[in-house]
Every structure is written in C-alpha cells, then in structure tokens.
C-alpha cells in the first residue's frame, strides 16, 4: 500500500519518469515531436487526478507508463490512415547525436540525445521495421524486448491477455530477423558512409556504385513542404545516378558526417540550414538503404542557432 503522501518526493517521483517516457513513445511513434505531445498528455491526466487518487498509486511510473503506451496505442491506430494522406515516403524523424553540436560549435536547441537514449533500438533501419507492424505488435514488443516490462504488465497496456501479447512480440520478433542485416562494426560503417559521402560530393557515379548493394534503395521524405522523390530509387546504378544529379541540381551544399539515431550518417547544410538528414543502413561494405529526411518540420532538432 501507499505510505502517507510527501508532495516534493511525489513530484520528484513523477518528473524522473520523463527520459523514460519519452524513450518509450519516441519508439512506438517514429516522431520526437508526438513523443513529446504523448509525454505532455500523459503528465497533463496525472495532474488531472484528484490528490487524494493520485496519493492513492502506489507506483507513479507505472500509471504514466500504462497511460502513455495506451495513448501511442491510439495515436498508431490513428497514424495509417494520417500516412496514407502524407505526401511522398513517411520516415521517422531522425535523431542528432551529441557529436554534431560539439563539432560543429553550436549551442543548438535542447540535445534530443540527451531525452532518448541511442541504442540498436532506435536506429533507423529498427524504427523502419516497426513501422511494418501492427500498433499491438509494435507496442507489446518495444514494451517486452526493449524495455523489459512483463507480458501481465503489457497486457494491461494493451487490453489483450498475456499469452496474446506473448504471441504479438514473438510475431514482431520475426519480422525483426527476417529484416535486418548481420552487424556491421561502427567504425566499417563509418568507412562506407564517408565513402558515400566523396563519391557524392565528386559526383563520381561509379564510386556511388562502388558502395552501394545491387538492390540498394533510396527513400526521400519532404512531406510535401519539399521537393523529394515520391516513390523509394531502386537500384545501384538509379540511387547512384540520383544522388549525381541532386548535387549537380542543387550547388552549395555541404555535406558533415555525424551520428543520426547512434550510427554513422550525413547532414546535408545549405548557407547554415540543414536541408536533409540521410541514415544509411548497410551490410557488409555496402549500402542496402538510405533514408533521406527533408521535412522541415522533422529537421529542427538539427538547426543550429
């Protein structure tokens, strides 16, 4: 049972929990921005709450978390029919390491490196598989296998018996190995990523060709505020022939490698803003798919001030 209220540890209590509810809806979502928008949400009932039931839950944590898994359930249900409306490829926003703002010299807005936590789990060739699942699937794996919680406590999350939600992680756990990749060392994929990087910026299409798989694909994300390729480049030679023509069209670009959700990737910068975030997924010493995120709107973790 609950011990007698102490208002100050109840809101230290409640406010530690943020890093962790962010961490959680920004994986069931793909989008730093609803994460934040499910984390206020969750903290805006919780406050909503007479005292004396709030004094009443004997564990704070897990009522936000139950609250802001129920409220990503909702809000993934809701998001097919949003993405079928989206202009061109949706991709989950990317994620800035701390290196760029170091490197770079600029102060920036708030690190969101420093609200979610980069591991394998957030990679973007991950979020890209969970975006292939069911929102029950999605939520009772990043629930079992990523965050360890017990499948009665996934299933009180998601409203479906334990041995359903047994089924659901199991089921998302295949899609899982059936997608990725052995594991390349970081600093390999360092070495294709920065490769890339010469070839595009020589406009070398055989170098581009060099390190890029035979079925590689490129999916471009402008949501519609800018021009991107509507449908994913497939092909060596066509990724490589548009990633030619894209810095032939548009000059004055600068390209930095830094980190985008924990693995190599690039930044590409015109006249100080950053137009475009490219994740790379790779196999070996070749590139299966890169991922380009123009939207603006997905961009501003990474607008320097």
């Known amino acids: 049972m609950s011990t007698p209220p102490d208002p100050a540890g109840d809101l230290d209590a409640v406010t530690r929990e943020r890093r962790q509810l962010i961490n959680l809806a920004y994986r069931l979502l793909g989008s730093l921005a609803e994460a934040e928008d499910v984390v206020q949400e969750t903290y805006a009932r919780w406050y909503a709450l007479p005292p004396e039931q709030r004094d009443a839950i004997a564990s704070p944590g897990g009522w936000l978390t139950t609250v802001a898994g129920r409220i990503c359930l909702d809000l993934l249900g809701s998001a097919r029919a949003r993405r079928e409306r989206y202009v061109g490829e949706w991709i989950p926003e990317p994620l800035p390491g701390r290196t760029e703002w170091v490197g770079g010299g600029a102060a920036g807005p708030a690190d969101p490196a420093d609200r979610v936590t980069l591991d394998e789990s957030v990679t973007m060739a991950f979020l890209v598989v969970l975006e292939s699942m069911t929102p029950a699937e999605r939520v009772a794996f990043v629930l079992h296998d990523v965050f360890r919680y017990s499948f009665a406590e996934v299933a009180e999350i998601v409203g479906r018996t334990p041995a359903a939600c047994r089924q659901l992680a199991s089921s998302a756990r295949r899609r899982i190995r059936a997608q990725r990749p052995p594991a390349t060392p970081a600093a390999r994929r360092a070495e294709v990523v920065r490769a890339f990087r010469r070839a595009w910026e020589d406009q070398d299409i055989d170098g581009l060709i060099g390190v890029l798989a035979p079925g590689a694909t490129a ?29 032939r069209a548009v000059p004055g670009i600068s390209l930095l490698e830094c980190a985008v959700n924990g693995q190599p990737g690039l930044m590409a910068r015109k006249d100080g803003v950053t137009v475009s975030v490219l994740a790379f997924d790779i196999a070996g010493d070749r590139i299966q798919h890169v991922w ?14």
């Open 292 to 305: 380009a995120v123009l939207n603006p709107d997905k961009l501003r973790p990474w607008t320097a001030h």
């Open 219 to 247: 999916t471009g994300d402008g949501g519609g505020l800018v021009p991107a390729a509507l449908h994913p480049v497939e092909g060596a030679e066509a990724v490589a022939r548009f990633f030619a023509e894209r810095a």
